[in-house]
């Protein structure tokens, strides 16, 4: 594997982590723009944390025995249709939860995958270097870059925020291959 093509492949890792990051930051400020009840607020990472939960049980079984690609293509896809039916509809708690549920499910899938494609990358030597590399891209772009800078463009009602988001899975989606 050349040098190119795992540098795409880490700069994919890293935008994909970014695009979760913003969208770490969505879901709780568009359901507090639109709800204060403490309850429905905290559905949204409820159901997203859940899915994630109940879908790490399948991903597993299901990347065992489908091509990996496929299934990224396919769980990007997934997180680009649900970005455009957030953009596109009139917005509302019960799309919001269902979007939170899509990204949550699709996240164990695009994660585990990527360690999966890295085992077929790498040396074995390699490994721990990559996967230490991947991990803490993952923390400093979902926990720590993307929520500061989808606070700074989120507004309540624009879509600004998941303009980006979506430009971000767009590129991931049509450039994702090995």
């Known amino acids: 594997m050349s040098k190119i093509q795992k540098g795409k492949f880490i700069a994919s890792a890293g935008l994909d982590n970014f695009g979760d990051g913003l969208m770490t930051i969505f879901f709780p400020l568009i359901m507090l723009s639109m709800t204060s009840d403490p309850i429905i607020f905290s559905l949204s990472y409820v159901i997203k944390t859940l899915s994630s939960v109940l879908s790490s049980f399948l991903s597993g079984y299901i990347l065992d025995f489908h091509p990996i690609l496929k299934v990224t293509k396919l769980a990007k896809a997934a997180r680009l249709i649900s970005l455009i039916l957030i953009i596109s509809l009139p917005m509302n708690i019960t799309m919001i ?11 164990v899938f695009i994660d585990n995958s990527t360690q999966t ?62």
């Open 117 to 178: 494609i890295s085992l077929s990358l790498y040396q074995k030597k390699e490994l721990v270097s990559i996967n230490n590399k991947l991990q803490s891209m993952e923390y400093f772009f979902v926990f720590f870059i993307g929520p500061i800078a989808g606070a700074f463009i989120f507004k309540p009602y624009n879509n600004t925020l998941l303009y980006f988001a979506i430009t971000t899975y767009s590129y991931l989606y049509c450039s994702f291959h090995l």
């Open 97 to 107: 939860l269902f979007c939170a549920l899509i990204f949550g499910a699709t996240e």
